[in-house]
T-cell receptor
Framework: NAGVTQTPKFQVLKTGQSMTLQCAQD?????MYWYRQDPGMGLRLIYY???????DKGEVPNGYNVSRLNKREFSLRLESAAPSQTSVYFC?????????????FGPGTRLTVL | GESVGLHLPTLSVQEGDNSIINCAYS??????FIWYKQESGKGPQFIID?????DKRQGQRVTVLLNKTVKHLSLQIAATQPGDSAVYFC?????????????FGGGTRVLVKP
């Protein structure tokens, strides 16, 4: 099992450019999450998908959109990147309600917006 | 290199000593708690969890203590090793809440001195 994989690992964008961060998990998990992590802060939830076909806003959703493409894949899109979105982005997944809620994390995408 | 944790509280520990990392959680309704370890350049990694019907749980070299009265969680690492140098996060959750969302604390950096 690869666990949770993310692409790309690094990305540099100019202000106003768009991009999509990809995430996939091979653990047959129901729930998937996108977080951002800024220096000196913990992880903040951007969006999550409790199950295939559903998505909901987290703590900091502005400037982002998500797509739960299928049970395995959950993508995060920046339509018009801003310097404030410079951060490290982590995808995570968990088995779902009723089970222990341990979330498994991917290795992260380091995004710089100039 | 990883820029996460520049402004985090830091615990310096001598190799071989025991470490204690503290966390105050916010939601008295939370009933599931997790400790994560994050090494430089990597995603958070599960260490140990505890449910609210317990006040202590032990793993390999780690012990988590839960005091629900004062909403306090601690992680004890026995015989700290250089490989324990990382940022440690606590997270809380309400098991039956929709979305299985975790709320993360701000993190503590542990530096192990040889």
């Amino acid at each position: 099992n690869a666990g949770v994989t993310q692409t790309p690992k690094f990305q540099v964008l100019k202000t106003g450019q768009s991009m999509t961060l990809q995430c996939a998990q091979d653990m047959n998990h129901n729930s998937m999450y996108w977080y951002r992590q800024d220096p000196g802060m913990g992880l903040r939830l951007i969006y999550y998908s409790a199950s295939e076909g559903t998505t909901d806003k987290g703590e900091v959703p502005n400037g982002y959109n998500v797509s739960r493409l299928n049970k395995r894949e959950f993508s995060l899109r920046l339509e018009s990147a801003a310097p404030s979105q410079t951060s490290v982005y982590f995808c995570a997944s968990t088995a779902g309600q009723g089970a222990n809620n341990e979330q498994f994390f991917g290795p992260g995408t380091r995004l710089t917006v100039l | 290199g990883e820029s996460v944790g520049l402004h985090l509280p830091t615990l310096s520990v001598q190799e071989g000593d025991n470490s204690i990392i503290n966390c105050a959680y916010s939601n008295s309704a939370s009933d599931y708690f997790i400790w994560y370890k994050q090494e430089s350049g990597k995603g958070p990694q599960f260490i140990i969890d505890i449910r609210s019907n317990m006040d202590k749980r032990q793993g390999q070299r780690v012990t988590v203590l839960l005091n629900k009265t004062v909403k306090h969680l601690s992680l004890q690492i026995a015989a700290t090793q250089p490989g324990d140098s990382a940022v440690y996060f606590c997270a809380e959750n309400k098991l039956k809440a929709a979305g299985n969302k975790l709320t993360f604390g701000g993190g503590t950096r542990v530096l192990v001195k040889p």
